[in-house]
């Protein structure tokens, strides 16, 4: 086997992006502070964390638009400068400026260019439910077709790893569940993605992995249920007559609140708190019971870090 063939099967399973020690200030701010992290092939890996945690700065890094002061970022095994790094990848900042002249299609069509196998236009804009844009300059669009235009330019290329930094600021509901349907399919196609939000529940949706950054650096990975497991919590709601005054005193139970005739709790030990709830009120209806979702668990380790 030629050193070439040899060098391919160990990269084989290699990430393709990596941060290594990495830190970096600005001034006497430290943006990271020795951050490791890895995206692994194939998957949705979801970055959160507060405003000013390093998140953007860990993209902007690995697309060689920042360097670190120490460490190393490493993109398709190479500097992230390398030409042959960077057209592997597609990217989505919050901050886009594209030519406002321009029609949609030929913004796209334009992003094309830079690739080896790109889609088609025409595919790019269905895949990204932008079709309807396709005639229309950029200048007129509004911020969410906007959005959605910038999300077409970042995967006409196929790209091998995809950035989407806080993608869907700006769109309503059902834009958002769309442009959700366009990443799965996208993966399902072989895009690795790597996601920066805000909405929890984008996150949740999403992610195949989850890693939480606070005053730059890792203060918990793993995935949604494996965060969401940090918090021992779980809410239940039902249609119940007990005063929630009453039931805040009850052990186990952090708060009860109510809501018309819903009755609203957060405990710790969800089972016991259930079976004193049927215990205290014959008339107990409409019951619900659900987990800690990954907002409670944000919360918590934030919380923690600060």
Not at 226 to 243: D, G, K, N, Y
Not at 280 to 287: C, F, M, N, S, V
């Amino acid at each position: 086997m030629s050193n070439q063939k040899c060098l391919h099967a160990l990269d084989a399973g290699a990430p393709l992006a990596e941060l290594v020690g990495a830190i970096k200030r600005y001034g006497k701010t430290v943006a990271l502070a020795g951050v490791d992290l890895d995206v692994r092939r194939g998957e949705v890996l979801a970055l959160l964390g507060p405003n000013g945690a390093g998140k953007s700065t860990a993209i902007s890094l690995w697309l060689g638009l920042l360097q670190p002061d120490e460490g190393e970022a490493r993109l398709m095994g190479r500097s992230p400068l390398a030409v042959e790094s960077r057209r592997q990848v597609g990217m989505m900042m919050q901050e886009v400026a594209l030519e406002p002249l321009l029609r949609v299609r030929e913004l796209v069509d334009l992003a094309a260019s830079y690739y080896a196998n790109p889609l088609s236009v025409s595919e790019t804009l269905a895949l990204t439910r932008a079709t309807e844009l396709g005639d229309q300059r950029y200048a007129k669009l509004s911020a969410g077709q906007k959005r959605k235009a910038q999300f077409a330019t970042a995967i006409v290329g196929r790209p091998k790893l995809l950035f989407l930094d806080e993608p869907t600021v700006g769109l309503d509901v059902e834009a958002r569940e769309a442009m959700w349907s366009a990443i799965r399919d996208l993966v399902a196609r072989g895009s690795s993605v790597v996601l920066t939000t805000h909405y929890l529940e984008e996150a949740e949706a999403l992610a195949d992995r989850v890693v939480v950054l606070a005053k730059g650096r890792v203060i918990a990975q793993g995935s949604v249920d494996e965060i969401r497991s940090i918090v021992s919590r779980t809410h239940i709601s039902c249609a119940s007559a007990l005063p929630a005054d009453e039931v805040r005193r009850w052990p186990s139970v952090l708060d009860a609140g109510r809501d018309a005739q819903k009755l609203s709790i957060t405990a710790v030990d969800g089972e016991s708190v259930v079976r004193r709830l049927l215990a205290a009120d014959d008339g107990l209806r409409h019951l619900e019971v659900r987990p800690a979702a990954l907002a409670d668990a944000f919360t918590e380790l934030t919380k923690e870090a600060a």
